[in-house]
């Protein structure tokens, strides 16, 4: 089955910006309209009101897949009923402490999703349209593995 | 004047999941303990619930580079009164749709503040310490540009 063009008229411009808060937190504001919060932990100066800059980066990275996959999924007309993905991010022992390997973990539930369906459904996401994974695979090796929990059909997980 | 290891004792390790709401949307955990909330547009399936994962990776890159620079200028023991930083990335017109430019405005309010502190300051940052930048630059132009907004010594910006 072939795909074609799963998300149309994605906005060509992507905006943020952010305030500081005085010490190592901001408050972040998304260009469509969401605020969300980053700061240090207590050790690094901040006062952990917020997510890390590094783990925004791999919830990023996860949403971006995740959204891929559930769109692949359901047009392959699979009865995906549930999906969590792990990520384990391993940084560098020297600055600038980049990722050096990204491990991601889907776990899923349904009653008829096959080995086959997951691999399809992730390759053709972090290969080629999850643009988030389009970037940091380039500089930085992304393993993944999955699980699923059977269901029975219709049943919720 | 150099900044010898500003931050200490970085996780090797960065960890995040995410819970699929059903449509687009994820329920997004960090491992430092914050949720925000991930969500695509109504035009591609979503709720509009949160952030973009595109939005989430200039966030990512904007509070990394921000804590950064607040740590540079204070320890250089500079008046800094206020900073906002503005991320305007522009994607490819092709899948994966990846960010060919991210361009910064930092807007800095402050007594003292001279075009070669800040200069210096960003540039250690997204040269040296900013783990985002430091995989975001490989694979992406990042530009950036400054204002400055003087201060009374002590005054509130």
């Not at 504001?29 to 925004?56: C, K, T, V, W």
Request: glycine share 8%; aromatic share 8%; net charge positive.
């Amino acid at each position: 089955m072939k795909i074609r063009e799963p998300y149309k008229k994605l906005p060509k411009i992507v905006e943020t910006s952010i305030e500081w808060n005085g010490a190592m937190g901001f408050k972040c504001n998304s260009g469509s309209g969401h605020e969300i919060l980053a700061d240090a932990s207590a050790h690094h100066g901040g006062q952990d009101g917020g997510a890390r800059p590094m783990e925004l980066l791999l919830l990023a990275l996860t949403s971006c897949t995740g959204m891929d996959v559930a769109t692949f999924l359901k047009k392959r007309k699979r009865d995906l009923r549930d999906m969590k993905i792990s990520a384990h991010g391993r940084r560098t022992p020297n600055h600038p402490h980049v990722f050096e390997t990204i491990t991601l973990e889907y776990v899923f539930a349904g009653s008829d999703l096959t080995d086959d369906d997951i691999r399809w459904a992730i390759d053709l996401s972090l290969d080629k349209y999850c643009s988030v994974a389009g970037m940091l695979r380039k500089v930085c090796r992304i393993n993944y593995h999955w699980k699923v929990n059977k269901t029975a059909p219709g049943a919720k997980a």
